[in-house]
């Protein structure tokens, strides 16, 4: 039993080691099999074969002012960027660039000029997610010659003249401009606005408040959603020149009119409120109606000093402008239609907390709630 036992773990012994060398023999062969390229080595040292992040996605970085970018391409900001007296921060002196700003602010001085200031006649430029704040002049200055611009994620306050201002077929989303415009005297075109976009432009998800004038405004064929117009210390929530679209804002607690709407707008599903309830003399309406053939319709018009106004201009008086199933309440005047030839749907004034208008262009009111 013993020598049985014996042999059998000699027998274990022989096969696992004879196991081992196989293994050991496989490897050997696997390695003197793998052979690099003559092309792998430099002077018997390997060469690096992964790519470097500025192979990868080409950027230039900015680590001081004052900037000025002359050619084509994408530049970033590592780290907070101060500027100096009578200089702009960046200056983008070339079409097709992106400037990432990686979260960090861009901050003026005192007897600065602009923060980012597009010169001649560029396009092609996207400004995106950082803060631009305390520049003696613009936050933003890409208006002027320069189209196609792009202003994504950036933060524009406390800068002299306005915050963001894009020339004609540029995007703003998703930004904020607040408590701009409060150095510089005001002249026409208004240098003082929080958000300016040229025609043919779009303004969206974004936020001013308690800007020197209008806190957002759109030129001709430009488009506004789902904005918010706050507080405009001197002027309007939003200013819609010609053949806007306004839809799904809210405009509130303006110095002025919640909106002030030029010709052949379309002004839909939008909240304006107590707007020129802080200052009585300046007649503020939800929506002044200074044009002629807009489309004004399913808005809430609350605690205005009046609700909707046409005036009747003496020298041109608006024409033409259809205000349909409207909603006021708490207003001074809920609706104010003074010039003649404008279509408005009648006044449903909810007398018993019933419908007493069965016309489906009915205007609403309910004050007395």
């Known amino acids: 039993m013993k020598v049985t ?19 050991c023999a496989s490897m050997s062969l696997a390695q003197n099999y793998i052979e690099p390229p003559t092309n792998a080595f430099l002077n018997g040292i390997p060469i690096p074969c992964m790519k470097t992040m500025d192979q990868v996605e080409p950027r230039t970085l900015i680590t ?12 970033y900001a590592a780290s907070p960027l101060r500027g100096c007296p009578a200089s702009n921060g960046i200056t983008i002196a070339a079409s097709h660039v992106r400037l990432d700003l990686s979260g960090f602010p861009v901050e003026g001085v005192s007897n600065s000029l602009s923060g980012i200031a597009v010169v001649g006649e560029q396009n092609n430029i996207e400004i995106r997610n950082g ?4 520049w003696g002049m613009f936050g933003i200055d890409a208006a002027g010659q320069a189209k196609d611009i792009s202003v994504v994620e950036i933060k524009a306050y406390g800068n002299g003249a306005g915050g963001i201002y894009v020339g004609e077929n540029s995007y703003v989303g998703r930004c904020v401009a607040m408590n701009n415009g409060f150095f510089v005297p005001p ?11 040229g025609s043919y432009s779009t303004i969206q998800d ?3 408040r308690y800007n020197k004038g209008a806190n957002i405004h759109g030129y001709d064929y430009t488009r506004i959603a789902g904005c918010t117009a706050s507080e405009s210390a001197e002027a309007n929530g939003i200013w819609a020149e010609m053949y806007c679209t306004i839809r799904d804002c809210v405009a509130a607690a303006n110095f002025s009119h919640g909106i002030r709407v030029g010709s052949r707008c379309r002004v839909v599903d939008n909240t304006f409120a107590d707007n020129g309830i802080m200052h009585p003399a300046t007649n503020a309406a939800g929506i002044s109606v200074e044009g002629s053939n807009n489309f004004i319709e399913r808005n809430i018009l609350a605690g205005n000093d009046i609700g ?22 708490k207003n001074g005047i809920d609706y104010q239609i003074l010039a003649p030839n404008n279509f408005s749907g009648p006044v449903d004034s909810f007398q018993t907390g019933q419908f007493t ?13």
């Open 5 to 23: 036992m014996s042999t059998h773990a000699q027998y274990l012994r022989i096969t696992t080691a004879a196991a081992a060398g196989l293994v």
């Open 64 to 75: 001081s002012l004052p900037y000025t970018i002359t050619a084509p391409g994408s530049y």
């Open 131 to 134: 803060i631009v704040c305390n």
């Open 187 to 197: 002249t026409n075109p208004p240098p003082t606005d929080g958000i300016q976009a």
């Open 206 to 208: 974004c936020k001013a």
């Open 308 to 329: 909707i106004l046409v005036a009747n201009m003496p020298s041109n008086p608006p024409t033409g402008n259809l205000i349909i199933n409207n909603a006021a309440t």
């Open 357 to 369: 208008n069965s016309n489906p262009w009915t205007n609403f009111k309910f004050s007395q709630f």
